[in-house]
């Protein structure tokens, strides 16, 4: 089994396997949200109302390349730049750019086909998250809660009972917890992903999937998709 990076198909690498795989082996496949299953860095998109969207954007790049060592922190830097954003500029990021990627509805439709449960753990915000996953159908969530009061941001985020910001660390803690409660192993589990914080998760995982990733992301994962949509996943898993 070569360890050395190869194009499987036109866009798609591959590194460490023998494709293919069978998706039936696997019984998790879990995703990050912002850039994998959606078009948008969400985070970004609510600071264009405040006018700081550049400053918030280069804060999530620079985070989103592993540059920044404190993703909690750089997160509630983020937030912070929010305050006083109408929930109603939320609800138009929703309706007026946030984009399902392609392939995604495929990918999970499969997943669920051949028996797999589905996750998606983002270091985003559960206003969208929530809507994500009823919208794909997927299994369990978890990401970060913006504080709200009289319809305003208040640039802080509130504590939730499993701790207080989902960052990398927490996205392999929470894949690792649901394989738990499901009883099966790590190596039965799929991790999808684009930036640093999802490295810990796609580390743990049996597969992990960079899509349209950062280089260090692309880098360190089983299978990349650098072309195409997330159903490409399906030429290597069968």
């Not at 036109?10 to 990050?32: E, N, S």
């Not at 609510?46 to 390349?65: F, N």
């Not at 109603?88 to 028996?115: W, Y």
């Amino acid at each position: 089994m070569s360890q050395t990076p190869f194009e499987f198909a036109p866009g798609l690498v591959v590194q460490g396997i023998t494709p293919p795989l069978r998706l039936a082996d696997y019984k998790l496949i879990a995703f990050d949200m912002d850039s994998t299953l959606i078009s948008i860095e969400c985070v970004d998109e609510i600071a264009d109302a405040a006018g700081r969207k550049a400053e918030v954007a280069a804060i999530t790049e620079a985070a989103m390349q592993g540059l920044i060592a404190d993703y909690k922190e750089s997160l509630r830097q983020r937030v912070a730049l929010l305050k006083g954003v109408g929930t109603d500029h939320l609800e138009r990021v929703f309706t007026e750019r946030l984009r399902f990627n392609p392939g995604a509805a495929e990918l999970i439709a499969a997943a669920k086909a051949a028996g797999l449960a589905t996750l998606l753990v983002s270091g985003g915000f559960t206003f969208f998250s929530d809507r994500v996953k009823a919208h794909l159908g997927i299994d369990f969530a978890r990401s970060n809660v913006l504080e709200i009061e009289n319809g305003l941001l208040t640039g802080r985020m509130v504590d939730q009972p499993w701790g207080d910001i989902c960052d990398g660390a927490e996205k392999r803690r929470t894949l690792l917890e649901v394989a738990s409660l499901m009883g099966i192993d790590a190596r039965q589990t799929i991790a999808v992903g684009d930036g640093a914080n999802d490295l810990p998760m796609m580390g743990a995982a049996g597969l992990s999937v960079a899509y349209h990733a950062k280089p260090a992301v692309r880098a360190q994962a089983r299978v990349a998709i650098n072309q195409g949509g997330l159903d490409r996943l399906l030429e290597v898993l069968r």
